[in-house]
């Protein structure tokens, strides 16, 4: 009698093992979901697109610009439960309130990260009442202005650095291998008192050129 094992390598046991499988982002299977809302808000009948100032006592990026949103916690529905759900606990608003417009790419970062972003509205008259614990003050733009707003951009350059013992031999040519390296674009949006960058600015790239 064939064991268990043994059965899996046969077309039909490997047709078992992927038949409801979902693909998913090869060397990312340990990466730390976040999901992010790009909050639009009618201020004085003019669209703006909302940021965050986040606090100053955060252990992480304290003070820098970005949307709201954060992990995917295990009790989330899904990704874009978790950007709105986090969207109403930083706004203070009810986040049965918020308008989901649809998702943009999903973005996997090289810090570990796999970043899924939503874009949502929120009603008129929502008061918003950021919670100081995460955030430090709301910041909005209209989105005619950024849509007209030119970003400076930079090339960064990376290239792989291997470890000492790392087996060259057993690559042709060794060290005159010719690895890839990789160019990343930075994004920087420059305003009167604040500057939105990195991986926000990314994702504000990628929302504005949907638009234009």
């Known amino acids: 009698m064939r064991n268990e094992s043994t059965a899996r390598y046969t077309v039909s046991g490997i047709s078992d093992v992927l038949r409801n499988r979902n693909a998913g982002f090869l060397g990312y299977h340990r990466a730390v979901e976040t999901a992010v809302l790009v909050a639009l808000k009618q201020q004085q009948g003019v669209l703006h697109v909302l940021f965050e100032r986040r606090s100053f006592s955060l252990r992480r990026q304290p003070g820098e610009i970005s949307f709201p949103g954060g992990h995917v916690e295990a009790t989330d529905r899904s990704q874009l439960h978790a950007a709105v759900r986090e969207t109403g606990e930083e706004l203070g608003i009810n986040q049965d309130t918020i308008r989901v417009l649809g998702s943009l790419d999903i973005f996997p970062a090289s810090s570990g990260l796999l970043v899924y972003p939503y874009v949502g509205f929120l009603p008129d008259d929502a008061i918003l009442r950021p919670n100081p614990k995460e955030v430090a003050n709301i910041l909005s733009v ?71």
């Open 142 to 212: 209209p989105l005619q202005t950024l849509l007209e707003h030119e970003p400076d951009m930079y090339r960064v350059h990376l290239q792989p650095e291997f470890p000492e013992d790392f087996p060259f031999h057993l690559i042709p040519n060794g060290r005159a291998y010719p690895f890839r390296t990789d160019t990343q674009v930075q994004y920087f949006y420059q305003f009167d008192d604040f500057v939105v960058w990195g991986l926000t600015a990314k994702v504000l790239t990628h929302f504005l050129d949907l638009l234009r």
